[in-house]
């Protein structure tokens, strides 16, 4: 496992822009994919996007796509999620999670992924 932190949520209108970030904290990611997942209440988590770990694949959700971009530079062992055009419908605590995932079907189960970090909230006000 490796130990994430994240940073970068808080309180945006809509419209506006966010950039999350996630640094595995003491090593580095290992290899895994990272994704960003979320979690809005009384919904279940789902993933918003991943990255492999040579960043030649990514995956995002169709209700981010072109909204959204994951990066990651594993010199700093950071990946961060560029969020644009928010809208009320993304308000949710991200969170970060790290696996050896690469299928997709495999990739957007939360349960495949060994590492994950605290959370953190993102809101978007109409």
């Known amino acids: 496992q490796v130990q994430l932190v994240e940073s970068g949520g808080g309180l945006v209108q809509a419209g506006g822009s966010l950039r999350l970030s996630c640094a595995a904290s003491?090593?580095?990611?290992?290899?895994?994919?990272v994704g960003w997942f979320r979690q809005a209440p009384g919904k279940e988590r789902e993933l918003v996007a991943a990255i492999t770990w040579n960043g030649g694949r990514t995956y995002y959700a169709n209700s981010v796509k072109g909204r959204f971009t994951i990066s990651r530079d594993n010199a700093k062992n950071t990946v961060s999620l560029q969020m644009n055009s928010l809208t009320p419908e993304d308000t949710a605590v991200y969170y970060c999670a790290a696996g050896f995932v690469q299928a997709v079907g495999v990739m957007i189960t939360p349960r495949f992924y060994d590492s994950w970090g605290q959370g953190t909230q993102v809101t978007v006000s109409s």
């Open positions: 003491g090593r580095t990611f290992g290899g895994r994919t």
